[in-house]
């Protein structure tokens, strides 16, 4: 499988595109591993995330998995449409079913996410 070289991933199968500020979704990997998504729980916009940390959850038929935030940062954008529609993200995850954005509050941790041959090279081992 390929990935998008114009974004950045995690160990975790979130991807992040850098800009005036980092739109947030998840992988192919991740929609193929959950199957048929039925329900994604996003923060606020407004909150606080912490790198690593928990910032929401998606359910699929299969099971409930959290999704983990890939900087550290305010959420200044949230992708309501996913509420109503969670089936996006099977359909067009790296387009319009990214899930947040977030406004960094140290552009450092950016490089210390995975480079698109790096993820391939993680998703290749499972």
Not at 40 to 68: A, H, N, W
Request: glycine share 8%.
């Amino acid at each position: 499988m390929t990935y998008p070289t114009d974004l950045r991933y995690t160990n975790d199968h979130e991807w992040l595109k850098t800009g005036a500020t980092c739109v947030v979704g998840i992988t192919r990997f991740a929609v193929d591993q959950l199957g048929d998504i039925t329900l994604v729980d996003l923060p606020r916009e407004g909150d606080l995330v912490t790198k690593g940390q928990r910032f929401g959850t998606i359910e699929s038929v299969k099971s409930v998995s959290d999704l983990y935030a890939p900087v550290s940062g305010k959420v200044t954008k949230v992708n309501g449409a996913l509420k109503d529609s969670p089936e996006l993200v099977n359909q067009d995850c790296y387009g319009a079913a990214w899930m947040i954005e977030i406004e960094p509050s140290d552009t450092g941790e950016l490089d210390e996410l995975l480079s698109p041959e790096a993820y391939t090279a993680l998703t290749a081992e499972h």
